[in-house]
């Protein structure tokens, strides 16, 4: 499963020490098409087979498109836990689909909210060439569709909430630091007074797991690109300086403490016989923290990274071959887990 | 530090799956001294050098004897954490002491609560063994000594509560299974309606540890040694039975999660860079279940047995040569935990 884990979890990008991704995405409607709240079964089939051949033509590079409905509950899991289409997309219905470029960087909702949702996903805290990657397909998009714009507002979209540039920058970022220091109200106060929002691991209305944090711009009307990637750009390394001086201080002031907590967790994973996906995030959220404070030496980020991914429910049934019921995944999960760390 | 552990931590005696040891002790009091909670210095001192001199003269097989006020605390406090001393006996004050036989099977304590107080400790279940050795050391004692005794009530004791026999049966229970089966509040209610009492580890107003509970007899007047010791024989192995057939209902039933919480409480005990001596009894006391379920074959009961004794406080800061805070004990414990999982 590792060769196509996907660039973002590689753990290779800037800050990878404490950001995970950094996403941006847009929600882009077409013209002489309703919104998906109001448009009839036949015309949102032709409109994704519209849509489907539109971006298999345009200069995006190379995506492989696929249509949901088609594909089985799993592998749309699959694709939730990789960031790659929406939960709500998952669970949709009728004829939608997503184009996906085979490193995960870039994919393409169809018939999600609105009829496109571009989104290029970074490892790391790499704004501007996340941007300047969904630049480049927005543009491409556009040359050949009309999109529902309006001079006065922008970017037309079926929420509210997303009209203007329809324009979402979310960075993930992990801080188990300012968890264990309970710095992290402090910093969701600063962050709401900007305008940014606050989320857990899968985005709106997810709980927070494994340590996880996802900021992103709350405003997508009366403010442009710039200012959306600037208001974060700015706002973001602050965060990162301070889960960084975080951990450096908990490391002098409670070393013990923090490897204890760090090699529990590497202990627990390694000798499990049932564990849930919960306690699997926050045990790999202790040994990620403890890879990157060099406590861990026998793993690497990415492999870490990769533990969370394969450790999710829909991942672990992938590599099972077969549905499996909550009591029967914790028990796989923990045989996958003790597999890795028997290997260490 | 493993040499002189002493016979009753081997786990060699009968149903020492389940039962840790089986104690006896005998109150005695002699005539012409007055008991302790009436008694002067002067003539404690005077008592105490008498009966150490009648101990080392009477029949009783090979002791040394140690004379507590003497001792260091921490000396002391290692005898308690054996089971060979009470701790009343350690925290006291003026001239007091304890004959000990080398593999700590047989104690005299001198001027605890009563002029002497013989105690036998055995491996598993061996009742009738231990009130064999402790007739004898009891009558060879007799044979030397005017013991207070009275017609009507028995053996004269400082406290009313141990009039008679002065005998007090404790047999110290691993019922793990119980616990987690939550069927422990059944045993104890028998148990209680039988004149039997149900005690932590280190007995009298302690808690349960490693899911350690002692059993032993309430009344000591008006019934006879061999009715005390019946009691006990007839009662204990039907406790013992039980917590074999929940284990076995555990294995059956709910093979993971046991295997769960024996190889979880493993892999903590083997990576933990802080611990209490309480969570380390806890976790010890599931890897002994895992030993004798078969499910850990790495370790012997002797070697968790072991473990149990040295990661106490006093025989920690024993190990380390120096006193210790309860912070650096809770790492040094951890270290050395980790250097005898290390091994495995």
Chains 1, 2 share one sequence.
């Not at 990657?133 to 509210?160: K, M, N």
Request: glycine share 6%.
């Amino acid at each position: 499963m590792s060769s196509d884990l996907g660039e973002w979890l590689a753990g290779s990008g800037p800050d990878s020490d404490i950001v995970m991704s950094t996403r941006i995405r847009l929600a882009r409607n077409v013209i002489r098409y309703p919104f998906l709240s109001r448009i009839e079964d036949e015309e949102k089939s032709k409109l994704e087979r519209f849509l489907r051949r539109e971006l298999e033509l345009a200069s995006i590079g190379e995506v492989s498109y696929q249509n949901l409905d088609e594909a089985s509950q799993l592998d749309r899991d699959c694709l939730v836990e990789r960031h790659l289409i929406s939960r709500d997309h998952a669970s949709g219905r009728g004829d939608r689909g997503v184009a996906l470029e085979p490193e995960g960087t870039l994919s393409v909702m169809v018939n999600e909210e609105d009829h496109l949702r571009i989104q290029v996903l970074r490892s790391g805290f790499q704004p501007s060439a996340a941007w300047r990657h969904i630049l480049g397909v927005d543009q491409a998009l556009e040359s050949r569709l009309d999109y529902a714009f309006s001079p006065d507002f922008g970017y037309l979209t079926a929420c509210p909430s997303n009209v203007g540039t329809g324009m979402r920058v979310s960075v993930m970022l992990h801080l188990p630091a300012l968890v264990i220091t309970k710095k992290l109200k402090k910093v969701f106060n600063a962050v709401s007074k900007i305008n940014l929002a606050v989320r857990g691991f899968y985005g709106e209305g997810t709980h927070s797991q494994g340590d996880f944090y996802q900021i992103s711009n709350q405003i997508t009307l009366g403010r442009s690109e710039d200012e959306i990637l600037t208001s974060i750009s700015d706002y973001v390394p602050s965060i990162v300086e301070f889960e960084r001086n975080m951990r450096k201080r908990l490391l002098g002031e409670s070393r013990r403490a923090i490897e204890d907590r760090v090699w529990r967790a590497f202990g627990l994973l390694g000798q499990a016989r049932l564990i849930s996906s919960e306690e699997t995030m926050d045990y790999l959220s202790a040994v990620r923290m403890g890879v990157n404070l060099g406590l861990i030496e026998a793993l690497t980020i990415a492999e870490v990274n990769e533990m969370f991914l394969h450790t999710q429910p829909a991942h672990l049934q992938k590599h099972c071959g077969r549905e499996l019921d909550s009591a029967e995944r914790d028990a796989s999960r923990a045989d996958y887990l003790r597999e890795r760390f028997a290997k260490l």
